[in-house]
Nanobody, 123 residues
Framework: QVTLVESGGGSVQAGGSLKLSCLAS??????MGWFRQTPGKEREGVAS??????YYTDSVKGRFTISQDGNKNVVYLQMNNVKPEDAAMYYC????????????????????WGQGTQVTVSS
């Protein structure tokens, strides 16, 4: 059974930075991604990565960076210049399939999910 464990969430002031980590229990082929959700809203794909190719939703381009470590069991989301609208529960996902940005940011394309880590932004 594959498990994903997120860490690094917390409270950050607007304009500040936060780094999320996601550790997979084993190597998982395919995309790894970060998604976020706030109460009453649909889950949103934030960033995805596959073999060093990364995609981002428009609202985080230039502020967030997704990366993997060498063995590809850990994926990070560096969040810079955080805005109040970035506050959400952030979920790590793995085993994603598809081609290109649109599909890689669709939650339905992923097999495995973490439990989430909360990000709170104070203004």
């Amino acid at each position: 059974q594959v498990t994903l464990v997120e860490s690094g969430g917390g409270s950050v002031q607007a304009g500040g930075s936060l780094k999320l980590s996601c550790l997979a229990s084993s190597y998982i082929a395919g995309y790894m991604g970060w998604f976020r959700q706030t109460p009453g809203k649909e889950r949103e794909g934030v960033a995805s990565i596959y073999r060093s190719t990364a995609y981002y939703t428009d609202s985080v381009k230039g502020r967030f960076t997704i990366s993997q470590d060498g063995n590809k069991n850990v994926v990070y989301l560096q969040m810079n210049n955080v805005k109040p609208e970035d506050a959400a529960m952030y979920y790590c996902a793995a085993g994603g399939s598809g081609n290109g940005r649109t599909q890689s940011l669709m939650g339905s394309r992923y097999q495995y999910w973490g439990q989430g880590t909360q990000v709170t932004v104070s203004s």
